[in-house]
């Protein structure tokens, strides 16, 4: 398994979740590493992204609430999410973003966030 998500769960709205995505040391060095989701009925969306520089990015609906980082000790990602919404429950994916022609990519599990009201 070359990404493993984990973290995920059931939150009163308000709350904080930290999502973690473990990834294969060969992906984790080179790629961009993001996060998407996707709720019942939606396409899935890009939630935030961190390059190998350390560049980050986030989707407007979760900026100031969410935080991406990584940890290149431990080849992990990770989604700190605060001020959770109910709007914010969805399956949550790891991703990767591989350099080069053509956007390569890999993708974990997805992992579960219920935030309840």
């Known amino acids: 398994v070359q990404l493993q998500a984990s973290g995920g769960g059931l939150v009163q709205a308000g709350g904080s979740l930290r999502l973690s995505c473990a990834a294969s040391g060969s992906i984790f060095r080179i790629a961009t590493m993001r996060w998407y989701r996707q709720a019942p009925g939606n396409q899935r969306e890009l939630v935030a992204g961190?390059?190998?520089?350390?560049?980050?990015n986030y989707a407007d609906p979760v900026k100031g609430r969410f935080t991406i980082s990584k940890d290149s000790t431990k080849n992990t990602a990770y989604l700190q999410m605060n001020s959770l919404k109910p709007e914010d429950t969805a399956v949550y994916y790891c991703?990767?973003?591989?350099?080069?022609?053509?956007?390569?990519?890999?993708w974990g599990q997805g992992t579960l966030v219920t935030v309840s009201s």
């Open positions: 991703n990767a973003l591989l350099p080069g022609i053509g956007g390569v990519q890999r």
């Open positions: 961190i390059t190998v520089g350390g560049s980050t």
